[in-house]
């Protein structure tokens, strides 16, 4: 996991548990026992020395500048300088001065820039007929040589910000007209005299009722100055031990406690709070979410929209001061709101059905455990439409982590996929797809027992630590629970735990692998270490943190490393995450690829799982899918726009781009209705979808996917749905034929043809064809 860019506009979090008062932690000494925990600890064991110190440098600077648009060359070659080699010397004596310097030449340029901006604003007219165009990647460029320079490069920034402020006001008074013809079309049609609404458009000024974009432009530049001012001592120092721990390799990572509570969090998909999921809108937390059964639910008078004003600890006679909250970072709110099972929490709160601005209500809530549904595994029972007069019963299984509970609890992915796929068996499935897409891994431990629900005892995975000392984990089980056709479905982001049991499976011929062009590529074990443990025992160490720092790297049972090349699917499908700079490769420190002997396993099959006919039946299918032609062309289209790396500042030219990009929604939007209607009139049945959670799959009837609210799939009410312009919900998958998207369909059919060749029915394989083969590629 990464840290969000510390001036991101919108934070979304769930509130969660313990809130403590901030103690006087000492950040040199913390900062001191990090860099040696890293020197003593990672994978490499290298000293925090002079080249380390460079490294760290530059890293922090593009960590506060990423786009090299508030530094000038000359700051940056002060630091430079100044620090390149000295960081060393400075945290062993327990002195972040450095960085809190950093920060402050930092925010101070921030400040200069924003003042810079706003008087733009307010002298220059924008006509947008220019030839010029602007960089949009800046990570890779030098930053502006001098002040001169880096006015013309904010003046440009500003008017491509005004520029985009245009042309929303453009489409969205646009909408407005098309909408607005759509309801006189129908009031027509019912009988009343319609208007001339293009006319109505023509003769309208273009308005959109909303702030002037000069206006709204400079709140987004005000907005940057109030974070900047909400960052204390304890964030700037996070901060920079953040950029000191990603130095070593891009998955170890300074955490700070609250950051340590957060992924113990996720890991367990619970959490003690009031149940409520917060997003700050005009600097104020509103509700946007409350989870059903949570305390906030329970107690039923904190509503969806309401404002967050003020929070208090206890109520009544104990209850503590008011503190106001306004202009306050979310994630320091969650802080006041935590805290342990049983212990009061009081909220004063503007009531989202308030007439009266000024009206404020109390609400009082006792904090508990709250289970997070949402990412839990789940479970689809998919009939397909009939084939020569045969449909197919496939079992699909939605997997975002492999979560645990990471403190002895009965938290378990293993358990709740054996309760999904038992249930599937009973139903009778044909085939099973295992979908790791997005998953970004989690428990090894869970990685190695899920193996083993497709395999018999044997080896899953190897590694080694930095003595070159290699161990393996096994699977325990006598026997797979279920031994029938197996497909797993990956992307880029499928990372980790996701790609030790993808390569496992793959490497026993148990499972067709389908996806991109391959998995993440984190092959790498990471431990997290307490830093109170290794601080002095009086010293002051409430807010010190933990670092997950790497210690080892995976293997597959073949030989080969999930690090950097990640797992190559046997079946590849076109993705627009092919062309984007995304995966372990991408990531600056990575760790390199390597190899070492394979383990002896004996493979599920003694015969080859069929993949050149799979791969060509797959390619078929592909060249006569305009779905997949469409992602082929914004793979192109996407490629050429990285390439060029630049937009144009001419108000002609974007619309014109805008406007061909709408055309194209519009045509493809058009075609896929045709397509549905064409399948309508000749498919009697579709597919039909059955949804299997935890809380149903017990259950003796089968909930179809139809009857499956938004909320029984989170777990919350929520304040919001995506609407469309005509006021109507839509996913994203209704526009697809019959309301699966693209890669899923191909999948289920891939499963469908392997089931055709002959399903994959493993058996142990004969003495003779155990293994222990060369070490593998991918």
């Known amino acids: ?19 403590a008062t901030r103690a006087e932690t000492n950040y040199g000494t913390v900062a001191m026992y990090v860099a040696n925990m890293l020197s003593n600890h990672h994978l490499s064991h290298r000293e925090f020395d002079e080249a380390m110190s460079k490294k760290v ?23 430079r300088a100044k620090y390149s080699t000295t960081l060393p010397d400075y945290i062993s004596k327990r002195n972040v001065s450095p960085a809190i310097e950093i920060y402050d030449l930092y925010e101070q340029r921030v400040k200069e820039r924003v003042a810079f901006a706003k008087k733009e604003l307010e002298t220059k007219k924008y006509t947008f007929d220019s030839t010029r165009s602007i960089q949009v990647k800046r990570d890779k460029l030098p930053w502006p040589k001098n002040v001169a320079e880096s006015d013309h490069l904010w003046s440009n920034l500003i008017e491509s910000n005004m520029l985009d402020e245009h042309l929303a006001d453009r489409a969205k008074v646009e909408a407005a007209a098309r909408n607005k013809a759509k309801k006189e079309a129908k009031e027509a049609a019912a009988g009343s005299e319609p208007k001339d609404a293009v006319a109505e458009t023509k003769a309208a000024p273009a308005t ?23 960052n204390d001592h304890e964030d700037v120092v996070n901060y920079f031990l953040s950029c000191l721990s990603t130095s070593y390799d891009p998955h170890t990572e300074y955490m700070s406690q609250q950051e340590m509570d957060n992924f113990n969090i996720q890991m367990k998909h619970s959490l003690v709070g009031i149940g409520a999921l917060l997003t700050q809108k005009d600097n104020v937390a509103e509700i946007q979410g409350i989870v059903v059964g949570g305390p906030a639910d329970k107690n039923g008078e904190l509503k969806l929209n309401d404002k967050i004003m003020a929070v208090a600890q206890g109520e009544g006679k104990t209850l ?48 508990n455990e709250v289970e997070l549904k949402e990412k839990l595994a789940n479970a689809e029972l998919i009939v397909t439409p009939p084939v ?5 019963k496939i079992g699909w299984i939605n997997l975002s982590s492999f979560y645990a509970d990471m403190d002895g609890g009965t938290v378990s992915t293993t358990v709740d996929v054996t309760k999904l796929l038992k249930r599937l068996m009973a139903e009778k499935v044909e085939g099973v797809v295992l979908d790791l897409r997005g998953d970004g891994g989690g428990s090894l431990e869970e990685a190695i027992k899920l193996t083993g629900l497709f395999i018999p005892r044997g080896p899953v995975v190897q590694a080694k630590d930095w003595r070159d000392n290699i161990t393996w984990r096994d699977c325990e089980n006598e026997r797979a629970l279920y031994e029938g056709p197996l497909i797993v479905v990956t992307d880029r982001t499928s990372a980790s735990a996701s790609e030790i049991l993808a390569a496992a499976l793959q490497d026993y011929r148990r499972a067709i692998i389908v996806g ?31 670092l997950k720092v790497t210690i080892q790297k995976f293997y597959r049972i073949a030989g080969g490393s999930t690090q950097l ?44 799982l069929p993949f050149d006919e799979l791969r060509a039946r797959s390619k078929t299918r592909i060249e006569a899918n305009p779905e997949f032609q469409y992602i082929m062309e914004d793979m192109k289209r996407l490629q050429d726009r990285i390439e060029k790396n630049s937009i144009s500042l001419n108000d002609k030219t974007r619309q014109q781009e805008l406007d061909e990009n709408t055309q194209r929604q519009e045509a493809r939007k058009a075609d896929r209705m045709k397509r549905a209607k064409e399948i309508a009139d000749t498919v009697k049945d579709g597919f039909q979808t059955y949804r299997l959670t935890l809380d149903n799959v017990g259950q003796s009837e089968l909930m179809k996917e139809s009857a499956f609210t938004k909320e029984q799939a989170t777990g919350m009410k929520l304040a919001s749905a995506i609407k469309d312009e005509d006021g109507e919900s839509s996913s994203e998958s209704s526009q697809f034929t019959y309301g699966i998207e693209p890669v899923k369909l191909e999948t289920l059919n891939i499963l469908r043809d392997l089931i055709d060749l002959g399903g994959h ?18």
């Open 208 to 230: 959109t009722g909303d702030d002037p974009p000069e206006k709204r432009v400079a709140k987004r530049y005000e907005k940057l100055i109030e974070q900047l001012g909400e």
């Open 1 to 19: 996991m990464f840290k969000s860019s510390i001036l991101s506009l919108t934070i979304l979090f769930s509130l969660l548990t313990p809130a």
């Open 388 to 392: 020569d007069g045969k449909s197919s």
């Open 516 to 546: 991109e062009k391959a998995t993440f590529g984190k092959g790498t074990v990471q431990t997290i270490l307490p830093v109170e443990r290794y601080m002095p025992f009086f010293s002051d160490k409430t807010r010190a943190g933990a």
């Open 761 to 778: 029915q493993p058996h142990t394989a004969a003495a003779g064809d155990a293994t222990s083969r060369k070490p593998a590629a991918n």
């Open 565 to 608: 090349r990640g797992v190559i699917p046997d079946v590849s499908l076109p993705s627009i995450h092919n062309v984007l700079e995304l995966g372990e490769d991408a990531l600056p420190n990575a760790l390199p690829y390597d190899t070492i002997p394979s383990r002896i396993y004996t493979l599920t099959s003694k015969d080859p």
């Open 57 to 79: 440098l530059d890293s922090y600077l593009n960590f506060l500048d990423f786009s090299h648009i508030y530094f000038t060359q000359k700051d940056v070659d002060g630091f």
């Open 320 to 367: 503590g001061e008011w503190v106001d909250i306004k202009y306050m970072k979310l994630n320091k709110i969650v802080e006041l709101i935590r805290g342990k099972v049983g212990t009061k929490v009081s909220l004063r709160v503007h009531p989202a059905a308030a007439d009266d601005p000024s009206m404020t209500k109390d609400i009082t809530i006792v904090r």
